[in-house]
Structure formats: C-alpha cells, structure tokens
T-cell receptor, first 114, second 111 residues
Framework: NAGVMQNPRHLVRRRGQEARLRCSPM?????VYWYRQLPEEGLKFMVYLQKENIIDESGMPKERFSAEFPKEGPSILRIQQVVRGDSAAYFC????????????FGNGTRLTVT | SQQGEEDPQALSIQEGENATMNCSYKTSINNLQWYRQNSGRGLVHLILIRSNEREKHSGRLRVTLDTSKKSSSLLITASRAADTASYFCATSDFGNEKLSFGTGTRLTIIP
C-alpha cells in the first residue's frame, strides 16, 4: 500500500517561472492538506481540500498560489511567478474521511528559486 | 499562526536515557497529536490523545495532556540512536479539520 507520493522531490525554478507540485494521496484517502516548511521551522498550514472542493485555504497567500484536487488525478499546488521567498519544502498529507484521523505525509518537494 | 510551541527547542541526551518534550498551545482543542520528522523526510504520526484523555501509551512513548494548563508532554523511554529526529506537536480545534503544528524539538541521542 503506497504512501503519499509527492513529485518532484526537488524543483529548481528561476524567478518569474511557474512551479507545479503534485501529490497523490494514500489509497482510500479523500482529504488532502498542503503545508510549507522553512529550514529549522515547523510546518505552516496552507490549504485543505477534499475531492473537487477547497475546504480551507486560510493559509494560502492571496496571490500567485492556487491548489486543486480534481476528481481524477493528483492534487496540484501551483505557484505562479515564483520569487526567492517561495523557496521552501512543501509537504502534502492525506487522511481518511474520519474524525481524528491522523495525517500521512509525503516526503515533500524542495523548491529552490534562483 | 503557530498554535503549539515545543520546549525545549533542542535536546541532547545519552542513549538509554529518557527524553521529555513539552508542548503548549493556545486555544481549546479537539485532540493533540505528536509527529516525528527525520531530516529531509515527511512527518510520521506517533500518537493521538483526545481532549477528554489525560494519558496515553504506545510502546516506549507516553503522552500526557493537561487541558487546564493547555499543555502536553511526550516521554520517550530508553532512548535509542534511531530516535534522533525532530518532534512536533499538532492540535486540532473543534469544528476545524486542519492541524496546526508547533515549532518542534530537535532531539539528538548520543550513542
């Protein structure tokens, strides 16, 4: 039973380019979360999605960032016109549709903006 | 904003000793969870304690929760070198599905 799969593991983009981060949740999981982590810091919540719906995007910057979780296919976190401050590790997690269900994390995508 | 704050930020102990990490949070919670993160990897769920529970055990892990003080502790007994990692507490508010993570304790076990 594969865990949460994120790709790519490492992504390098020049300032102004677009970054697309993909996340395939664990089988049977319908909830997806995206978190951002800076070096030596904790995880900052970005967005929570269920299939085809954004439930909570209170942690997402208002501009340049968007997320989706289509009926078919992986969840995508999209960052347009990247800036150096976007450099970070982005983690995806998934859970079952159950109260108190723990999160299962992928190994993250490390985005470097040059 | 960060909900939880772990203490200490960093802890180094000898293999075989017990390690205790604390977490304080700000608002009323539905549950509190502890996660572990090895360098360069994703977080791994360790244990969940509900707001109506005071103590929970899982193998060498013991978690306590004091809702009156808005704090929790994670005890790792008989530490091993493989326990070296960062440990995070995370809280879930009532009516809110998202988990808010603390800043983490970096634990180093010296062989």
């Amino acid at each position: 039973n594969a865990g949460v799969m994120q790709n790519p593991r490492h992504l390098v983009r020049r300032r102004g380019q677009e970054a697309r981060l993909r996340c395939s949740p664990m089988k049977g999981h319908s909830h997806v979360y995206w978190y951002r982590q800076l070096p030596e810091e904790g995880l900052k919540f970005m967005v929570y999605l269920q299939k085809e719906n954004i439930i909570d995007e209170s942690g997402m910057p208002k501009e340049r960032f968007s997320a989706e979780f289509p009926k078919e296919g992986p969840s995508i976190l999209r960052i347009q016109q990247v800036v150096r401050g976007d450099s970070a590790a982005y983690f995806c997690a998934s859970s079952r549709e159950m109260r108190d269900s723990p999160l299962h994390f992928g190994n993250g995508t490390r985005l470097t903006v040059t | 904003s960060q909900q939880g704050e772990e203490d200490p930020q960093a802890l180094s102990i000898q293999e075989g000793e017990n390690a205790t990490m604390n977490c304080s949070y700000k608002t009323s919670i539905n549950n509190l969870q502890w996660y572990r993160q090895n360098s360069g990897r994703g977080l791994v769920h360790l244990i969940l304690i509900r707001s109506n529970e005071r103590e929970k055990h899982s193998g060498r892990l013991r978690v306590t929760l004091d809702t009156s003080k808005k704090s929790s502790s994670l005890l790792i007994t008989a530490s091993r070198a493989a326990d070296t990692a960062s440990y995070f507490c995370a809280t879930s508010d009532f009516g809110n599905e998202k988990l808010s993570f603390g800043t983490g304790t970096r634990l180093t076990i010296i062989p």
